[in-house]
């Protein structure tokens, strides 16, 4: 127990107390100021009355100490719930955090989908331009068959004329033959002696006329060969405008395509842009993260700073009330800035899965679209291929009848030689007749005469 000898009102006291000396020292001096500044308001009031008005200034100072004290206990209580609450928000910034980092892996994920989708997209091209480079060959090879094509057309009408040539020197043979049987049949009655060549003479005329016949049918074939070949071209033709119809198709599906991977690139900006924008978010959120927690930081250390001042709670009064108001501040922003992250959060959340959707929406149409048009182009391909094939053969049928044709022409050639010699050898033994035919008939006038 500390006991210290202490003077008030010019009087000497001995102080005895469990606290320690400075501290009684210091509460003496205290009252001995206030009494001192009683009596000099109050020069006339006595020993006694001094010190009772000073102890009741002090009693009134110590009852409003209390109360101050009271009321900066409760505020304190006050600013300790609301750094309980800032706390708290702060954990839920943080859990934010944890979401925006989520956020980020997804948006991660969305980015190597894309990427992987236009890795697709230039397989699909490539796919593309080997269709094309495909069509483009089957286009060169149907145009090679269309010029053999006509140049077989034009040769068959060549050829046709050709016959129609040698029809008409057969028919003038025919005729020729026909004038000179009827002379030959006019000279019979008179020609006994040269029955015998008359006789001669019909057997070869017979054998004209076989060969004639022979030659007949061999035109009608050839005739009915043209028609088929007309016919043949004429579906060649139908077929040849059923491709290009195909091909001016496979065109226009082209065309679908280089639009439907146009939508979807514009669909991939898009989503980069949307990404980049989400990044951002994440980035702002983050540094306001760090920015909060740093200010609840500085919380702490406020609060603890109130704990270890509470006896200077008087003079810090004021700087507890502008960090009450920058408290208040910051909650009502931290309060503001959590609903708007949640806003952010969930729109985020919504455009995520809106995204997502519209890019599973869009990975199977284009999948489904590519994969019905490869089906359809290679369909179409084959298609083409096996007709292209037929046309082909059909060519190779067509040079065949060709070079038949030309053998035939060549066999009618020979044999209208062979008739033509054979003409010309009935008129030299028609002639050879008539010239026996006249000695015959002089040396009959010189028998009469001689009789």
């Known amino acids: 127990m500390a006991t210290v000898t202490v003077t008030i009102n010019g009087v000497e006291y001995n102080l005895k107390g469990h606290e320690d000396g400075e501290y009684l020292k210091k509460v003496a001096e205290y009252v001995e100021e206030k009494t001192q500044e009683m009596a000099t308001k109050n020069n006339k009031l006595s020993a006694l009355g001094v010190l009772s008005l000073s102890a009741l200034n002090i009693a009134d100072e110590l009852f409003k100490g209390n109360d101050e004290y009271n009321q900066l206990i409760d505020y304190y209580e006050k600013v300790k719930s609301e750094l309980e609450k800032s706390k708290k928000e702060i954990e839920d910034l943080k859990e934010l955090e944890g979401e ?11 980015t190597s989908e894309k990427e992987a989708l236009e890795k697709n997209l230039n397989e699909l091209k490539d796919k593309k331009e080997e269709i094309e480079k495909s069509r483009e060959e089957l286009n060169n090879k149907f145009n090679k068959l269309n010029s053999e094509n006509s140049n077989l057309k034009e040769e068959l009408k060549n050829t046709k004329n050709r016959m129609n040539n040698s029809n008409e020197e057969i028919a003038n043979l025919k005729k020729e033959i026909e ?124 609060c603890k700073e109130i704990e270890e001042k509470l006896e200077g709670l008087n003079k810090e009064n004021g700087q507890l009330k502008e ?71 059909e060519a190779k049928k067509l040079k065949r009848e060709k070079e038949l044709l030309m053998e035939n022409n060549k066999e009618l050639r020979r044999n209208w030689q062979t008739a033509k010699y054979k003409l010309l050898d009935l008129e030299q033994k028609y002639l050879d007749s008539q010239v026996k035919l006249a000695t015959s008939k002089k040396s009959n006038n010189v028998l009469l005469k001689k009789k």
């Open 100 to 110: 925006s980092i989520s956020l980020k892996e997804k948006l991660d994920k969305i």
């Open 323 to 393: 960090t009450s108001e920058l408290l208040n501040k910051e909650k009502i922003w931290i309060k503001d800035q959590n609903s708007g992250l949640k806003k952010q959060i969930l729109e985020l959340e919504e455009n995520l899965q809106l995204v997502l959707e519209e890019k599973d929406a869009l990975g199977k149409k284009i999948s489904e679209d590519m994969e019905v048009e490869m089906k359809a182009l290679k369909e179409e391909a084959e298609e083409v291929k096996a007709e292209m094939e037929i046309l082909e053969e």
């Open 179 to 302: 004038r000179l049987k009827s002379e030959n049949n006019s000279l019979k009655s008179a020609k006994d002696k040269n029955s015998h060549e008359v006789e001669k003479l019909s057997k070869e005329l017979k054998e004209v006329k076989s060969n004639n016949a022979e030659l007949n049918k061999t035109i009608e074939i050839s005739r009915n060969k043209e028609k088929n070949l007309s016919n043949e071209i004429n579906n060649l033709k139908s077929k040849n405008n059923n491709v290009e119809k195909e091909l001016r198709d496979l065109k226009e599906k082209n065309n679908s395509l280089s639009s439907i991977v146009t939508e979807a690139k514009k669909n991939l900006e898009l989503l980069n842009k949307e990404i980049n924008s989400l990044k951002e978010r994440n980035k702002t959120q983050r540094e306001e993260n760090e920015k909060l927690t740093l200010e609840g930081e500085n919380l702490k250390i406020n």
